[in-house]
């Protein structure tokens, strides 16, 4: 079993940056082939995606939407996965979601994920 926990959500205004943390714990270990992603949410909408890494070779891939803005990166030798988010927009405001899959391959599919954090919010006023 996997258990992710999102943190560093708030507000912000738009230009601005915020970090977003991803601790992970359980059955996750950087051997495997583990891959931890961020999705956003907005009331009544699809959850999309927005990043992903691997946790065995940290490769990543991201949404044409953040590209240039957003970095994803996992801390050397602990479970735990940060976005940074600069620039950030009005539309960027969202609720947050990490996830997490095993699997040799990227998916940008919230289906394909098993695993997903609480949730945090995530607020950018124009």
């Known amino acids: 079993q996997v258990h992710l926990e999102e943190s560093g959500g708030g507000l912000v205004q738009a230009g601005g940056s915020l970090r977003l943390s991803c601790a992970a714990s359980?059955?996750?270990?950087?051997?495997?082939?583990?891959?931890v992603a961020w999705f956003r949410q907005a009331g009544g909408t699809e959850r999309e995606f927005v990043a992903t890494i691997s946790l065995k070779d940290s490769s990543t891939f991201y949404a044409d939407s953040v590209k240039g803005r957003f970095t994803i990166s996992r801390d050397n030798g602990e479970n735990t996965v940060n976005l940074q988010m600069n620039s950030l927009k009005p539309e960027d405001t969202d609720v947050y979601y990490c996830a997490a899959r095993q699997s040799s391959r990227i998916a940008i599919t919230k289906d394909l994920y098993p695993y997903w954090g609480q949730g945090t919010q995530v607020t950018v006023s124009s």
């Open positions: 359980g059955h996750i270990l950087s051997q495997y082939n583990h891959f």
